[in-house]
């Protein structure tokens, strides 16, 4: 058997990386011409809509002995960079693995650009890009194969795309992926994600294994995808990074979406109240509704609040309680604002 018959029977038996679509037709490289559109699949000249992009309701997520979604109720709008912020084990993957349709949940329901990820999951991997934490991709193949290859299931244009977006990443096409480095790899997986230019883009820790500068450059252009009218969804540990490029936060905390809102309103919501009292026995003076505790932390005589709805007019109030002989206020970056949301301690009752 040839090169070309070799790489032919061993794709036939598979589907596309990272997408799990299943081709029309398998050629050999070079049998194919480049840009040729499989049956059933139109190229999609992208209308920016006014529907959400993703609608989550109540989703769970039971396996044995581990409840990994507890109720996920989200709506993420058309033309935004939506960031997913939870720590190891939240339930992030999890979440975007029954959006994407690799998973049924166990309850609750869900729709992405208006598609059912259970009855309809190929439609819904045709028309988004997703890379997962872990691209999973042909190892035997070459980066200009892996390419044709996957062109094979999107319309015209994608090989295009996606060859050019290796050239500017610098990535040979006659390279085998198993010679790729960690960040080459999570390139071309971004490529491939990326070459049919989807409405909606889900990414799932997308900038790890990338060096500083390719960082950037591809957040960066997060921003000018939404702009377009396209919907970017992220998952991600690096917050400072999301904070610069995010329209809406959604922190999920075992299982449960915490807080979603829009980042600016998120940050402005948020305030670290620094009370000093004389006594160091008296209870903490508690801020008055619409104010909510999120967290409390007591040294001495000083006491550390985290507090959502504070206004500056309950300083003077604050003041005023038993022993308190200062009041200060602090903003806060959207890293302290996860902690406090993921390492919620209730604050201890006060009468007051
Ligand atoms: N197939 C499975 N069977 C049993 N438990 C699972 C399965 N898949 C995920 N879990 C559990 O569900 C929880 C959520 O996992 P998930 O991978 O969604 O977390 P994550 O937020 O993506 O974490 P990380 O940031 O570490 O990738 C974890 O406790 C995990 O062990």
Same mark, same amino acid.
């Given at each position: 058997m040839n090169e070309a018959q070799d790489l032919a029977s061993e794709a036939e038996s598979r589907v596309a990386p990272e997408t799990g679509l299943q081709p029309a037709g398998v050629q050999p490289a070079g049998v194919q011409p480049a840009g040729v559109q499989p049956a059933g699949v139109q190229p999609a000249g992208f209308q920016p809509s006014?529907?959400?992009?993703? @609608?989550?309701?109540?989703?769970? +997520?039971? *396996?044995? /002995?581990?409840?990994?979604?507890? /109720?996920?109720?989200?709506?993420?709008?058309?033309?935004?960079? *939506?960031?997913?912020?939870?720590?190891?084990?939240? /339930?992030?993957?999890?979440?975007?693995?029954? +959006?994407?349709? *690799?998973?049924?949940? !166990?309850?609750?329901?869900?729709?992405?650009? /208006?598609?059912?990820?259970?009855?309809?999951?190929?439609?819904?991997?045709?028309?988004?890009g997703y890379v997962s934490d872990s691209p999973a991709l042909y190892d035997w193949m070459s980066v200009g194969?892996?390419?044709? $290859?996957?062109?094979? $299931?999107?319309?015209?244009? $994608?090989?295009?795309?996606?060859?050019? !977006?290796?050239?500017?990443?610098? &990535?040979?096409?006659?390279?085998? &992926?198993?010679?790729?480095?960690?960040?080459?790899r999570a390139k071309v997986a971004l490529s491939l994600a990326l070459a049919h230019d989807p409405e909606l883009l889900?990414?799932?820790?997308?900038?790890?294994?990338?060096?500083? +500068?390719?960082?950037?450059e591809f957040l960066e252009s997060m921003i000018g995808r939404a702009a377009s009218g396209r919907t970017v969804f992220l998952s991600s540990h690096q917050i400072s990074e999301v904070e610069r490029v995010a329209d809406t936060i959604a922190i999920l905390h075992e299982g449960r979406i915490r807080t979603c809102e829009p980042l600016d309103q998120?940050?402005? !919501?948020?305030?670290?109240?620094? &009370?000093?009292?004389?006594?160091?026995?008296?209870?903490?003076? @508690?801020?008055?509704?619409?104010?909510e505790v999120l967290h409390e932390s007591i040294d001495g005589r000083q006491r550390q609040m985290i507090v959502k709805h504070f206004d500056e007019s309950m300083i003077a109030e604050m003041r005023n309680s038993t022993s308190v002989t200062s009041v200060r206020t602090r903003a806060m970056s959207l890293e302290e604002i996860f902690i406090a949301y993921t390492k919620r301690v209730p604050a201890t009752p006060m009468g007051r």
């Open positions: 006014d529907s959400p992009a993703i @609608v989550a309701r109540d989703l769970q +997520m039971h *396996f044995r /002995g581990c409840d990994a979604l507890r /109720g996920v109720d989200l709506t993420v709008e058309p033309g935004t960079v *939506f960031a997913l912020l939870g720590e190891n084990g939240a /339930g992030k993957t999890t979440l975007i693995r029954i +959006m994407t349709g *690799f998973q049924k949940p !166990s309850a609750g329901t869900c729709e992405i650009g /208006g598609l059912d990820p259970v009855r309809q999951p190929l439609e819904i991997r045709r028309r988004i194969e892996i390419g044709w $290859f996957t062109a094979s $299931f999107y319309p015209e244009g $994608f090989l295009e795309a996606y060859r050019e !977006s290796i050239a500017r990443y610098g &990535i040979p096409e006659d390279r085998k &992926i198993r010679h790729l480095s960690k960040g080459q889900i990414l799932d820790e997308p900038t790890s294994g990338l060096d500083p +500068m390719v960082r950037r998120l940050k402005n !919501s948020m305030t670290e109240v620094t &009370i000093n009292v004389e006594d160091p026995l008296v209870t903490t003076p @508690v801020p008055p509704e619409p104010a």
